[in-house]
């Protein structure tokens, strides 16, 4: 079992910037974040493995920068010039012989 930690959500104008975390019982191979609009299906946002491959969604490539502490099995979300669509709940996936998943956070890019 892997638990999932999520913190660094809130409200945030266009334009402006958020930091997301996740922070995980126990070691991973692959983390990252994944995130579902009202009305939508959850969908990748980016994911890093072991040793830091990481893959991007193309709608946050150049925006977002996904990064890992593995002595603290901690994932972080780095989200600059934030759009509206970027409006969702944000959850945390690790992958350890199983997926897990955190219970989200919510983010709002509104002005």
């Known amino acids: 079992q892997v638990q999932l930690a999520e913190s660094g959500g809130g409200l945030v104008q266009p334009g402006g910037s958020l930091r997301l975390s996740c922070a995980a019982s126990?070691?991973?191979?692959?983390m990252g974040w994944y995130r579902q609009a009202p009305g939508k299906q959850r969908e990748l946002v980016a994911t890093?493995?072991?040793?830091?491959?990481?893959k991007y969604a193309d709608s946050v490539k150049g925006r977002f920068t996904i990064s890992r502490d593995n002595a603290k099995n901690t994932v972080y979300l780095q989200m600059n010039s934030l759009k509206p669509e970027d409006t969702a709940i944000y959850y945390c996936?690790?992958?350890?012989?199983?997926?897990?998943w955190g219970q989200g956070t919510q983010v709002t890019v509104s002005s």
């Open positions: 996936y690790g992958s350890w012989y199983s997926d897990y």
């Open positions: 126990r070691s991973t191979n692959t």
């Open positions: 890093i493995s072991s040793p830091n491959r990481i």
